[in-house]
């Protein structure tokens, strides 16, 4: 079976945004940077694509003009292996212009949406009815996900 990727639409800030996000996360490169060819209108020259992997990941971000834009029906979520990574994460991404939103999901400057979440969410918030509904509810209550809260939630 073929590999699936995202690609990401901007208006113009591709490259600025896979520079951002290779230096926010371990292990990340750009890769190839195509450009509008000659006869290509107003962006000829500009940046059309640029591929970028995140530790591994393969993506492409696109300059494709205003026509559309990033909104929180697609989310990249971010994996954490405690609170410290958490905490760089969510700090990192919603710097400079990003905005926080609820149940760990925020919006970075760039206005794509990712959820900063623990590794282990699934069993920390699934089992027992009356337990992921004591997961939930503190959720919820939160910002930014605090890993001791979501399981002492889990354990009351």
Not at 8 to 24: I, Q, S
Not at 54 to 78: H, K, Q, T, W
Not at 89 to 104: I, K, M, R, V
Not at 114 to 120: G, L
């Amino acid at each position: 079976m073929p590999r699936t990727y995202p690609c990401l639409w901007f208006d113009t800030a591709a490259e600025d945004a896979a520079k951002f996000y290779t230096a926010t996360f371990p292990n990340s490169s750009i890769g190839t940077v195509a450009r509008y060819p000659e006869g290509s209108g107003e962006r000829e020259g500009q940046v059309l694509t640029v591929a970028f992997e995140l530790d591994g990941a393969r993506y492409l971000a696109l300059n494709g003009g205003p026509e559309f834009s990033f909104d929180e029906a697609i989310s990249l979520m971010v994996d954490c292996a405690d609170q410290a990574e958490i905490d760089y994460y969510w700090e990192a991404l919603a710097a400079d212009g990003g905005s926080e939103g609820p149940c760990g999901w925020l919006k970075d400057r760039y206005g794509v949406s990712w959820q900063v979440v623990p590794k282990n969410w699934d069993e920390i918030a699934s089992g027992d009815p009356q337990r992921a509904a004591k997961v939930f509810a503190a959720m919820m209550t939160m910002k930014k996900l605090d890993i001791a809260a979501l399981e002492a939630a889990a354990e009351a």
